[in-house]
């Protein structure tokens, strides 16, 4: 079964554009999501799923500068876009990860696809019954799935976003949950703000610009609990809760923090 991670990034993000493309430890943002992905040694392929606007030419520009593997599609339609690149290097097994998660835990994404089992299971994730940092969240799926919810999704919240309707759907959907023992889901490890973005340079000024995962951070942030502060009280996946809003219209109530 072909595996590939697909990261989903863009420069016009409506709170810190550009974010992707921005210095960590002497490389791009982005450099980082795609170096640990192919650090957990599960994937055929990683591919960066960009858009069409102009604004991302330099997301294609550093792709092609760098050979890494990108498809360019609908910017709104983020699901379609999905879909789309998925297509476009046969995947039969997918492993969504964003370009906004620098700090990505090589052996947390390696336990997530091999907890898929697809006798069992059309969806797995991390990211449903939190306990692992936001940050770390990886989501693995079947193609069939995910064309299935580019075929039937209908609500904002389902096309501006890749999996809620897979995972809002447990009777279409077999789904499965990663957790760990200890729930270290109210530690902020994505970058949305550019607080964000402070937070994740510090923790590579500190642990240097390799690749380190969950237990090295956590160990930093025991010796330097002010870096925690850098970036408290952002809300959590605030993108997701907008679509949501955005759904009102159409009936759905969910509030889910994704």
């Not at 992905?37 to 599960?42: F, L, N, Y």
């Not at 055929?44 to 294609?60: G, I, K, M, N, Q």
């Not at 408290?232 to 949501?244: A, K, M, T, V």
Request: charged fraction near 30%; aromatic fraction near 6%; hydrophobic fraction near 40%.
């Amino acid at each position: 079964m072909k595996t590939v991670a697909i990261i989903q990034g863009r420069m016009n993000s409506s709170r810190l554009p550009g974010k992707i493309l921005s210095d960590v430890a002497g490389a791009p943002l982005i450099a980082h999501v795609i170096r640990r992905a192919e650090a957990s040694e599960v994937f055929h392929d990683v591919v960066l799923a960009t858009t069409l606007d102009r604004s991302d030419d330099p997301v294609e520009a550093f792709c092609s500068s760098h050979g890494i593997h990108f498809f360019r599609g609908d910017s709104d339609d983020v699901l379609r876009r999905y879909a789309e690149a998925a297509r476009s290097c046969g995947a039969e097994l997918i492993a969504r990860l964003t370009g906004d998660c620098p700090l990505l835990d090589p052996a947390v994404i390696r336990r997530v696809v091999e907890s898929f089992d697809p006798a069992r299971h059309d969806y797995v994730s991390n990211a449903i019954r939190r306990t692992y940092p936001d940050g770390l969240d990886t989501e693995v799926f079947t193609m069939s799935a995910l064309a299935a919810a580019e075929k039937r999704a209908a609500l904002p919240s389902e096309r501006e976003h890749v999996t809620p309707y897979i995972h809002k759907h447990p009777e279409i959907f077999r789904i499965g949950h990663v957790t760990q023992e200890r729930d270290l889901s109210a530690f902020r490890w994505t970058v949305d703000e550019a607080r964000d973005l402070d937070f994740v340079r510090a923790v590579f000024t500190e642990l240097g610009g390799g690749i380190f995962g969950q237990d090295e951070i956590l160990a930093l942030l025991k010796r330097r609990p002010d870096l925690q502060k850098i970036n408290e009280g952002i809300q959590c996946n605030e993108g997701y809760l907008r679509s949501l809003r955005g759904d009102e219209a159409s009936g759905s109530n969910e509030k889910t923090c994704r």
